[in-house]
């Protein structure tokens, strides 16, 4: 969530010897980057971006209302209109694309972990040294 930043900088701040770092989350906050930037150059760190797949093509149910469980915003979102699925997939593809690049850019080792995996099947390849990109 939102706490994400806060989470980097706190490790930063706690960790003193170089150490490995391990953050899993969606990625989905803002205002991370920086704090990443400053902990890979720091410490060994590698980042598993939590996905559903549901995420990626969101299913044409009609006016769907989505609320902010952090901000309490509302959207409503107008799920069956062609022009809503290009744009949510876009997005999608966009922050993919943006996430790969900030932990290349930073190198820090990356991977993806869908939430229809198993877990400790995808951790273990991840950690064993072995990349599926």
């Given at each position: 969530?939102?706490?994400?930043?806060?989470?980097?900088?706190?490790a930063?701040?706690?960790?003193?010897?170089?150490?490995?770092?391990?953050?899993?989350?969606?990625?989905?906050?803002?205002?991370?980057?920086?704090?990443?930037?400053?902990?890979?150059?720091?410490?060994d760190?590698?980042?598993?971006?939590?996905?559903?797949?549901?995420?990626?093509?969101?299913?044409?149910?009609?006016?769907?209302?989505?609320?902010?469980?952090?901000?309490?915003?509302?959207?409503?979102?107008?799920?069956?209109?062609?022009?809503?699925?290009a744009?949510?997939?876009?997005?999608n593809?966009?922050?993919?694309?943006?996430?790969?690049?900030?932990?290349?850019?930073?190198?820090?080792?990356h991977?993806?972990?869908?939430?229809?995996?198993?877990?400790?099947?995808?951790?273990?390849w991840?950690?064993?040294?072995?990349?599926?990109?």
């Open positions: 969530g939102s706490a994400l930043k806060e989470a980097i900088e706190a930063s701040r706690i960790l003193k010897k170089r150490s490995m770092v391990i953050i899993v989350s969606d990625f989905l906050a803002l205002g991370w980057e920086e704090a990443l930037a400053y902990l890979s150059h720091h410490h760190v590698a980042a598993i971006r939590i996905t559903d797949p549901l995420e990626q093509a969101m299913p044409a149910l009609g006016l769907v209302t989505f609320q902010d469980p952090e901000t309490d915003e509302v959207l409503h979102a107008p799920t069956s209109f062609a022009s809503f699925q744009a949510w997939q876009a997005w593809r966009d922050r993919s694309t943006v996430w790969d690049a900030i932990c290349t850019k930073y190198r820090v080792r991977e993806e972990l869908l939430t229809t995996a198993n877990p400790a099947t995808e951790l273990a991840f950690f064993s040294g072995r990349q599926r990109r």
